[in-house]
Every structure is written in structure tokens, then in C-alpha cells.
């Protein structure tokens, strides 16, 4: 037992000396850049008061939106893309729907989308294959108007994605530094008045927007499926079809980015938002295709360093971040659970006491010491949001410790998933939402057009 309590601890050490590294340097790192950016991490949003503003001169863009069964959300999206994205292109791509997807994206657009209708067989073989498909008429269009592919941007949107007004244009400033080949903007979840949709909005805005401003340091933000941006040259040097049939066809993109020496940014003057999920199952479900597919992304490994691509910080970002499913999440989920049933049991497990007494009040020490480091997480959410008073955020933020275990129980999931073969890919069912109009309330909340929310 001696022997094994020691196998532990060296485990529980390799893993806070990996998180202190990763992690928490880059949390820091994306809390000064916003303080540098903005004066304060409020100021995100001061700029959603605007109109919206036109692209800057020579730039192009088009906007990629896959669609199956999507008629309960498309037509706010595509309201909210007309009346805040001046000048974008639209693509909708019915992905073999079975529902009015396509009537309402023509009664919302009319003339002013490119409607593209994919059946059987070619239809429904994933996202990757439904993207390539847009990215193919874009390409027509760019060689039919004689455009140049480095100044052309192609935005890839979720069927219920709402960017602020004008982050098109806040975006395609980034790509005015030739370097950069992609872009993502943060992510806000919708209707935060229910407890899970907060308790996403939290994971989102607080910690992982954070880390991915981090990591614009390093030229590697984590491309996203929703509120993802590429230039169009950089695509067409990854390959025909940019997209592979990944189930995180976008994390796969953003590394054949790097693979050929392309940085990927982000902006903190624009943000998407998208629904959430109030379904315990179908979150499980959504969170185990994304550990599968970053886990399986592990591969990617030797095309990353064995090929001209971003600085060596970039790929030791990268490598990082591939690697933290399998050194932190899955061996978290043992070590924490075996040292504090060492400790209940009264073995202590070579444990560092912070308590003398009892065993469960040592344990309980423990805990409200992760409790208390949940305090900094809560203020920089109080700070990043403008509808959560500080002691709401500080009484909640604790419940991210649930957000811990669906990745343990989401990282087995994917973990068995990937050693028994087996494939799964089960699309994220939309809510009914009310239609949007001129008077819907913006994500500031003013009384304007359709914005992010």
C-alpha cells in the first residue's frame, strides 16, 4: 500500500506542476491582454452600443452555416447575420434536412443568401464534409470575381450562432498581419437564467475565453465550431476539403493551420453566442464527442512537429493541450478520489494534513481550499458579464466543481469510445426560440436590432 500511496502522489504532483504551468499561466496571460485591451474586462462589450460597421475596403467575407433539421433556429441567425455583419456573403448549407430549414432560410434571405441543398448519399456525413461542400462554392465565387483568396474571410457559424454587431469587421482587421491564417471569437451561452446555462456561460466566458486570449500569445487559440474565421488562402494550402471528417473538425483545422505555419488569434472586441443545454444526458453526450475527438486529435502530433509550422512555443502550446485529457483529466479523476478515500479510511495516503484531528475534518480543509480558489474564477466572471451581481457569481461559481466531473465521467466515455472503435456522432437538438425583431433586446441590453444576445 506504501508503495502505491507513493505511485499517487507523484501522480497528484506531476499534475498541479502541469496545471500550474498550462493552465494558470495561461489564465494570467489572458486576463492582462484583456486589461491591455480593453482598460477593463467589461469593455468587451462597451462597443455592442454601436451601429453596425461595413468591412474594411478590399476585404471579403463569406459566411458558412450547415444546417440538418435547423428551422427552429436558422431564421434568427440569419436576421441577426443581415442586420449586424454588413457586407458578409451568406452560404447556408441543408445538410439533407427533413424540416422547413430551407423555406425559412429563403423567406429570411431571399436573394441575398446562397442556399445550397445536399441530399442523400452525399448528404449527412458529418460537418467537415457539409463545410467542404460551402467551401466549394465560395472558391467559384472568389474565381468567377477574380478576388484575392488572401483577403477573402470564410466564417463558419453554428445554425444558432449570433455574433455582435460588427465582428466581422473587428476580425478582419486581425488578418491585415499576413501570419495570421484563422481567427475564433469567444463563445456566451444564452438564456443564463437557468442554472445550467449559466453554469456553461461560466465554463465559456470565464475560463475558457481566458485561456484561448492566453494563447494568442502563442499564435494557437483553439479553433471553435462556431465563430470560426479562416483566410481563404490559408484553407486552400491545408487542401481541397480543409475539413476532415474529425469529430471536432474544427480542433483538427486549427492544427493543419499550424502544421503549415499559420497562427490562429482571436479578438476581444467580439463575441458568439449559441444555446446551451439543460439536459444532463445530452450534455454527457455533446461533452464525450468533444473529449473524443481532442483525444483522438493526438495524432496530429507528428504532422505538428515533423513539418515547417508555428514557433516552437506554439507547438509546445499545442503539444500541452493535446496532451491534457490524458495527464490531467483521466489521471485527476483516480488520484483525487483515491487520496481522499486514503484519508477518510484514516491511511492519509501520505496526504500533507492541513487540519490535526479527525480524518473527515482534514478532508473537509482540503475542500474548502478548492473552494476558495474558485473566489478568482468568480471575480473575473463578475468582471466579464453585465448581468450577474458579484455576489450571485461568487455563491455560484463553486458549482464549476460539477463541470470537473462531467469531464472525468465525459473523458472515460470518449476514452472507451476510442479503444473499443467505436464512432459516435449524435448532433446537438436545438430549442424553440422566439422569432427576433427590430425591437429584440441586444446583448448590451438596449432596445435595438438582432444581436448576439
Known amino acids: 500500500m506504501a508503495a502505491l500511496d507513493s505511485v499517487v502522489q507523484h501522480m497528484a504532483l506531476a499534475i498541479a506542476v502541469f496545471t500550474g504551468i498550462y493552465n494558470f499561466v495561461l489564465l494570467a496571460m489572458g486576463v492582462f491582454r484583456l486589461r491591455r485591451a480593453d482598460g477593463s474586462l467589461r469593455g468587451q462589450l462597451r462597443w455592442t452600443h454601436n451601429g453596425p460597421v461595413p468591412l474594411p475596403p478590399g476585404w471579403s467575407i463569406f459566411a458558412l452555416i450547415p444546417c440538418l433539421n435547423e428551422e427552429r433556429v436558422i431564421a434568427n441567425t440569419l436576421r441577426c447575420l443581415l442586420d449586424g455583419q454588413p457586407g458578409v456573403r451568406i452560404v447556408v448549407i441543408d445538410d439533407g434536412s427533413e424540416d422547413g430549414t430551407s423555406r425559412s432560410a429563403r ?110 500569445t502563442t499564435g494557437t487559440v483553439s479553433m471553435g465550431g462556431n465563430g470560426q474565421f ?28 499550424a502544421a503549415c505555419g499559420w497562427t490562429v488569434t482571436s479578438t476581444t472586441h467580439a463575441f ?12 454527457l453526450r455533446q461533452r464525450t464527442r468533444w473529449y473524443h475527438g481532442h483525444m483522438s486529435a493526438l495524432t496530429r502530433l507528428p504532422d505538428l512537429w515533423g513539418r515547417p509550422a508555428v514557433g516552437v512555443l506554439g507547438r509546445i502550446e499545442l503539444t500541452g493541450y493535446l496532451l491534457a485529457p490524458y495527464v490531467v483529466t483521466l489521471p485527476s479523476s483516480v488520484v483525487q478520489h483515491y487520496l481522499l478515500l486514503r484519508a477518510l479510511s484514516g491511511g492519509g495516503g501520505g496526504v500533507l494534513r ?73 448532433k446537438t437538438e436545438r430549442e424553440e426560440e422566439t422569432p427576433l425583431t427590430a425591437e429584440a433586446p441586444t446583448a448590451a441590453g438596449t432596445r435595438a436590432k438582432p444581436s448576439a444576445g
Open 354 to 426: 492541513l487540519m490535526s484531528g479527525p480524518a473527515w475534518l482534514d478532508v473537509l480543509a482540503w475542500q474548502l481550499l478548492a473552494l476558495t480558489a474558485c473566489l478568482v474564477p468568480a471575480l473575473i466572471y463578475w468582471r466579464r458579464t453585465d448581468d450577474l451581481p458579484v455576489w450571485k457569481a461568487l455563491c455560484g461559481f463553486p458549482v464549476v466543481i460539477v463541470c470537473a466531473y462531467l469531464g472525468f465521467v465525459a473523458g472515460w466515455c470518449a476514452l472507451w469510445q476510442i479503444v473499443t472503435r467505436r464512432r459516435q456522432w449524435a
Open 230 to 257: 479562416s483566410r481563404l488562402s490559408a484553407l486552400d494550402q491545408v487542401g481541397s476539403r480543409p475539413w476532415s471528417d474529425s469529430l471536432t473538425e474544427d480542433l483538427d483545422l486549427g492544427i493543419s493551420l
Open 272 to 283: 458568439v453566442s449559441q444555446q446551451g443545454l439543460t439536459s444532463p444526458r445530452r450534455l
Open 107 to 216: 423567406t429570411v434571405g431571399g436573394s441575398s443568401i446562397t442556399l445550397i441543398r445536399r441530399t442523400p448519399p452525399a448528404a449527412r456525413q458529418g460537418k467537415g464534409a457539409s463545410l467542404n461542400a460551402g467551401l466549394g462554392v465560395v472558391r467559384v465565387h472568389v474565381a468567377n470575381e477574380g478576388l484575392d483568396p488572401s483577403r477573402v474571410l470564410v466564417c463558419v457559424l453554428d445554425a444558432d450562432g449570433r455574433m455582435t454587431p460588427s465582428a466581422a469587421s473587428r476580425v478582419a482587421e486581425l488578418f491585415e498581419e499576413p501570419a495570421v491564417g484563422g481567427a475564433q471569437l469567444a463563445v456566451r451561452i444564452r438564456g443564463r437564467n437557468h442554472w445550467a446555462l449559466r453554469l456553461q456561460d461560466l465554463e465559456f466566458w470565464a475560463l475558457s475565453a481566458l485561456t484561448q486570449f492566453g494563447r494568442v
